[in-house]
């Protein structure tokens, strides 16, 4: 093994990497936390590749397996490349095979039997390979050690469900004789080792000091310009994130530096690519093969010939959602670009790192958005870069995860009085329920499976949803990709424009019953934006503390959500061309929850009078749902928020931010604690903005269900400050925010549902 890495060029290993692979051949298991680039990978390579080469003669005739985890696809597909190249010299002794829903039926068998390092992710894990543990008996009996890449992407409620996902696997395990060490990885985690055992349930070491050389990075925060135009009451509108992003990504392909522009939304990314197309082709024709769009929804051979073409170099320029955030390894990028704040420190840089990966310098760019959060950090950046990344919010004990968690387990082996103690303490309590419910029958050996459906077809471990949603050609019948269920009725409603591979299509209809959308190409000049409607209810309060004459509470409440219409915007600029109306059924949410309510005592203290607090409850609602992610690892898509002048629970003014998955995913929580620095920045990002009377940039929201009306800047300043001047002290142990700096001119705004 020692001579294969050598020919791999690498002739001594930087300290952390010898660290790491050390725990690991000491069969303890270890989180690897070091930058981009830091050889993570061959750090636990090294011991991996070790164990199976020495076992590969093992009288069982299967040796020694290992298995590899990672959030997706393309990830896996690349590291089997890297394993591939590095196992070379050492013959068949490492046979290593992705095992995903891409795998062809007729590969499947091959990789169960034969395959000793096996590259998945979990959901394949808990949909395919636990519920089939017998059929991988031999694979799980020999398995001694599971890898999971990029842990700082399992947080929140998906977090939770790969946790119990990975206690489940723990369990299966035992009962064939193994005990496996697990070796984590992230270029971006804060306290790694608590981190990574909250998500394994072991203890665990961590390895953080990196020892590799860096190459100098230039980080640039970008402020698109403000244009002539003036959208909803008159405020200036900037242009956008996705225009300028575009004509960035042109520039540096025109310069022959191979870029890659990170956008949030799948159709973001379509976007950017197809302007960027048309940039290009006006310089130069042949140019325009050279940039592409990569996202969720393609195709598997779509995704495998991007990825080749990008390796290959033959692609200069890529606009991708976070499908290729993490972890491919592309030798020689030379610049990322990033359309909007993706959420969390620990994003940003993991992005961030894509460029440069090969040691030599690299350019990064922030291309803001217009919302409060964005606007906040490029004019207050050092909320970005003397900052830690953030704690890694994950609750594995959230009923709404565990309780299908149980079912899965108890499907794949009858749960026993033993096997308790391994899924955390809320067990107890929960098993009851199900067994009521008639999920489980009790016996006296133990809880088992009554149904003849799949038990693990009950947990949405990435929380979308029902069956994805096809996308199909009209005239053809040609499939062009799915979307998640959870989204269809924003992303491909009645009317909608939907991209595809650079081509733009109008949906015609929407069949839910079906899970079948409808489409037909075309040229629209304007993209759509589809905007809801929100109501909430309180169903239980936990906790609550004064706040002068109100209260702020945390607890859970049930929310109705509904998309009642979509707005057409002219392309580039944003301009509003128009509003059409939706029929589409409500959903309802139960989750979590952070409120705050305000007296009459208190408005009087603000000078905020009944026609101005409609107004200054919606503005703070806005824009403290805008600032939230500086304070929870959250994205703004994972949260919400509903604002209510009398409120028919609490009977007062109410603002309400809640968690945007079922049983909640720990945000509201952390909002709840964090409560005055959160909304101390809340008040900043307004108070400082330049405009007269709320923009995109502090108050308005472009999917505000109520068309930002009403809207009332500067009795949200005041209200705000009342509130803050009402709050307790902060207590010792709430967890350090970021520091905020004093007044100064700045624009934010915000981007969820009013």
Excluded at 74 to 92: C, E, I, S
Excluded at 220 to 247: F, M, N, S, Y
Excluded at 678 to 703: D, V, Y
Aim: glycine share 8%.
């Amino acid at each position: 093994m020692i001579n294969a890495i050598q020919l791999a060029g690498v002739d001594h290993p930087w300290a952390h990497q010898a660290t790491a692979a050390e725990h690991a051949l000491d069969g303890e298991s270890v989180v690897i936390a070091t930058g981009t680039a830091s050889g993570k990978s061959l750090a636990y390579l090294a011991p991996v590749l070790t164990t199976l080469l020495e076992g590969s003669e093992a009288p069982n005739g299967r040796g020694t397996t290992a298995l590899y985890l990672s959030p997706t696809k393309a990830l896996a597909a690349d590291q089997r490349r890297a394993v591939k190249a590095l196992a070379a010299p050492l013959g068949n002794s490492v046979r290593p095979a992705v095992y995903d829903g891409d795998t062809p039926v007729e590969e499947r068998e091959w990789v169960r039997q034969y395959a000793n390092y096996v590259l998945t992710n979990p959901d394949m894990l808990h949909r395919g390979i636990l519920p089939a543990h017998p059929r991988w008996s031999s694979f799980l009996r020999s398995l001694r050690y599971v890898v999971i890449d990029e842990c700082h992407t399992y947080r929140g409620v998906f977090g939770s469900h790969v946790a119990q996902v990975l206690r489940r696997l723990r369990r299966v395990c035992a009962r064939y004789g193994s005990d496996p060490v697990f070796l984590l990885a992230s270029a971006t985690a804060a306290e790694p080792a608590s981190a990574a055992g909250r998500l394994t349930g072991l203890p665990v070491h961590e390895v953080a000091d990196d020892a590799s050389p860096r190459g100098e990075v230039v980080f640039a925060l970008w402020e698109p310009p403000l244009t002539e135009l003036h959208g909803e009451k008159g405020a200036p509108v900037r242009r956008t994130a996705t225009a300028e992003t575009a004509d960035i990504l042109t520039d540096l392909t025109l310069q022959d530096v191979r870029s890659v522009a990170f956008v949030r939304s799948r159709r973001g990314a379509e976007l950017v690519s197809v302007i960027a197309q048309e940039r290009l082709a006006e310089v130069d024709r042949s140019l325009v093969g050279r940039v592409a769009a990569y996202r969720g929804g393609y195709l598997p051979e779509e995704r495998r010939a991007l990825e080749r073409a990008l390796h290959s170099g033959e692609l200069l320029g890529l606009a991708a959602t976070t499908a290729l955030e993490l972890g491919i390894d592309v030798s020689g990028l030379d610049a990322v670009v990033i359309a909007g704040y993706p959420g969390t420190r620990a994003s940003l840089w993991q992005q961030a790192g894509r460029a440069g990966r090969a040691g030599q310098g690299a350019l990064a760019i922030l291309v803001a958005r217009d919302d409060p959060l964005d606007t906040f950090l490029v004019h207050h950046p050092e909320a970005l870069f003397q900052q830690p990344v953030e704690s890694t919010v994950l609750d594995p004990d959230n009923p709404y995860v565990l309780a299908p968690h149980l079912c899965a387990a108890a499907a794949e082996l009858p749960l026993t009085e033993a096997d308790l103690a391994l899924f955390g303490p809320a067990v107890p309590e929960l098993l009851p329920q199900l067994v009521t419910a008639g999920l489980l029958r009790r016996r006296t050996t133990g809880w088992y499976w009554t149904r003849r459906e799949r038990a693990a077809d009950l947990a949405d471990i990435r929380g979308e949803g029902g069956r994805p949603v096809q996308i199909v050609e009209a005239g053809t019948g040609r499939l062009l990709g799915t979307v998640d269920e959870g989204a269809s009725h924003t992303a491909v409603h009645d009317g909608a424009v939907h991209l595809h591979q650079g081509r733009t299509y109008l949906v015609k209809r929407l069949d839910l019953a079906d899970s079948v959308a409808l489409v037909e190409e075309a040229t629209p000049p304007y993209s759509t934006t589809a905007r809801d409607t929100t109501a909430i209810s309180v169903l239980e309060t936990d906790t609550e503390i004064p706040w002068g004459g109100g209260r702020l509470c945390y607890g859970s409440v049930e929310v109705t959500n509904q998309v009642v219409s979509f707005l057409r915007r002219r392309l580039i600029t944003g301009e509003v061309l128009g509003e059409s109306k939706l029929d589409l059924p409500p959903r309802t949410l139960r989750t979590r929850a952070v409120w705050w309510t305000v007296t009459e005592d208190q408005l009087d203290a603000a000078r905020v009078n009944p026609e101005q607090l409609g107004g200054a409850l919606h503005a703070a609602e806005h824009a403290s749902i805008g600032m939230l992610p500086l304070f929870a690892t959250c994205d703004r898509r994972d949260i919400g928020g509903v604002s209510v002048p009398l409120h028919p629970d609490t009977l007062l003014p109410t603002v309400f931010v809640y968690d945007g998955h079922p049983g909640g995913a720990g945000f509201a929580e952390r909002a709840f604690h964090t409560a005055r620095e959160w909304l101390t920045a809340t008040r900043e990002a307004i108070a400082s903005c330049e405009c007269e009377a709320g923009c995109p940039s502090c108050i308005q929201s472009p999917k505000c269900g109520n068309g930002n009306e009403p809207l009332h800047k500067r009795a949200a300043v005041r209200l705000l400050g009342e509130l803050l001047r009402s709050a307790p002290p902060p207590k010792t142990e709430t967890p350090d925010p970021p520091d905020l700096p004093g007044p100064r001119t700045a624009e934010a705004g915000a981007e969820v549902t009013g």
